[in-house]
C-alpha cells in the first residue's frame, strides 16, 4: 500500500489517530490548535490527502493552493458544505464523507430537541438552577403534550428517517417532505405520510424537523415567508445545518411568539451564536453534537481512513462525494 502523505486538522479520537499513524506519513493535531493560514496552505501543498473535520472550510484558495500533490480530501464529517466542490472537482481532487455512521445519535439528539422545546425543559432546569422552583405548581411551566400530534421532518433520509422512528415511539403522526417519495414498504414501516407540498405541511405541524443536507437548492428552505407559514403553537428543530433557515426571521418569530419555540444544534455562522437566541427562554441551544458520541466520532475516524486506504491501494473509495 502506497504511503501516502495525510494532513489532519484537528485531533481524532485515539484509534483513529493510531490508525491513521500506523498506516500513513501523518501529521495529527494531537494539540487540536488551529492550523494558521499561511502553514495550512503550506502543509497542504506537500501532502496527498487532507482531512479537515465538518467545522473547517476548505475554500477555493486553499484548494488552488494545494497545487497537484492533493489527490483526496477525506472529511471528518457527512455533511460536506465545508468544501468548495466546484473547486475541488476542478482540481481533479476526490473528495469523501462519513455517510450511515452517524444516523442513530444525530436522530436521538434531534428527538431530545422535540422533548426539550416541547417540555420547556431548558428553562424550568435553568430555573431551577437559579433557586427559582418554588415547588410542584397545577400551572407552572406547562409545556406541549407530543402523543398524537404532527411531526413534519424535512428530508427523509437516513436520519429523517431514524427521527420518525422514535417520534413513532412517542405517539406522534409523521408527515415528511423529501425530493422523491420513498417506496411504500419504507412509509408504510414508519407510517409516515408524503406531503409533495412543503408549505402546506408546514403550515399542519405541530413540530418541524429539518434533515436536510445544506447545497445551493436547501440554503433558506425555511425563509421569512415559510417561518411565517408554521402555527403559533409549532416547535421547529434543527440538527442539519444552519444554513437551512433564516436565522434572524426565526428570531423575529421567537421574539414575537409567533411560534412556541425551536430547539437548535446548529446555527448560521457557527461557533458564533446570534446574542438574541441567548437571551431567548422558549429556544434551546446545543453546540452541534448530533454526532459527538464516543462510538460515532470512532467511526465517522474509521471511515476517514477507509478512504484513505482505498486511495492508497488503487481501489474505488468507499464514500466519494466528487
Ligand atoms: C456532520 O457530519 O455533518 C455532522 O454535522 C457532524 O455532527
Redesign the pocket.
Known amino acids: 500500500m502506497e504511503r501516502l502523505k495525510v494532513l489532519v486538522r484537528r485531533r481524532l479520537p485515539e484509534a483513529v489517530e493510531a490508525r491513521l499513524a500506523a498506516s500513513f506519513d501523518a501529521t495529527l493535531n494531537p494539540d487540536d490548535a488551529p492550523i494558521p493560514r499561511p502553514a495550512l496552505e503550506a502543509a497542504v501543498r506537500g501532502c496527498d490527502v487532507l482531512v479537515p ?2 467545522a473547517e472550510p476548505v475554500d477555493a484558495a486553499l484548494i488552488a493552493a494545494a497545487g497537484p500533490r492533493l489527490r483526496l480530501i477525506a ?7 465545508n468544501i468548495d466542490l466546484d473547486a475541488a472537482r476542478a482540481g481533479r481532487i476526490a473528495v469523501t ?2 455517510p450511515g455512521v ?1 444516523t442513530e445519535d ?1 436522530a436521538d439528539i434531534a428527538l431530545a430537541l422535540v422533548l426539550m422545546a416541547a417540555r420547556r425543559l431548558g428553562s424550568a432546569e435553568r430555573a431551577l438552577r437559579r433557586g427559582e422552583w418554588r415547588g410542584w405548581g397545577p400551572t407552572d411551566r406547562l409545556g406541549a403534550s407530543l402523543t398524537g400530534k404532527t411531526l413534519a421532518i424535512v428530508g427523509m433520509g437516513r436520519i429523517g428517517q431514524a427521527v420518525a422512528r422514535r417520534a413513532r415511539a412517542l405517539g406522534m403522526r409523521i408527515d415528511y417532505h423529501n425530493r422523491r417519495q420513498l417506496d411504500a414498504e419504507t412509509e408504510a414501516a414508519l407510517a409516515a405520510r408524503y406531503r409533495p407540498d412543503l408549505d402546506a405541511m408546514l403550515a399542519d405541524a405541530d413540530v418541524v424537523s429539518l434533515h436536510a ?1 445544506a447545497t445551493p437548492e436547501t440554503h433558506r428552505l425555511l425563509d421569512r415567508r415559510r417561518i411565517g407559514l408554521l402555527r403559533r403553537e409549532a416547535f421547529l428543530v434543527n ?3 444552519g444554513a437551512l433557515v433564516d436565522e434572524p426571521a426565526l428570531i423575529a418569530a421567537l421574539e414575537a411568539g409567533a411560534i412556541a419555540g425551536a430547539g437548535l ?2 446555527y448560521a455562522d457557527e461557533p458564533r451564536l446570534d446574542p438574541r437566541l441567548l437571551a431567548l427562554e422558549n429556544v434551546v441551544l446545543l453546540p ?5 458520541t464516543v462510538e ?1 466520532r470512532t467511526a ?1 475516524g474509521m471511515k476517514v481512513v477507509d478512504n484513505i486506504v482505498a486511495l492508497a491501494k488503487g481501489r474505488d473509495l468507499p464514500d466519494r462525494v466528487v
Open positions: 473535520s465538518v472529511n471528518f464529517g457527512v455533511g460536506v458544505d464523507n462519513t452517524l444525530t443536507p440538527t442539519a445545518r444544534d446548529v452541534h453534537l448530533g454526532s459527538a460515532t465517522m
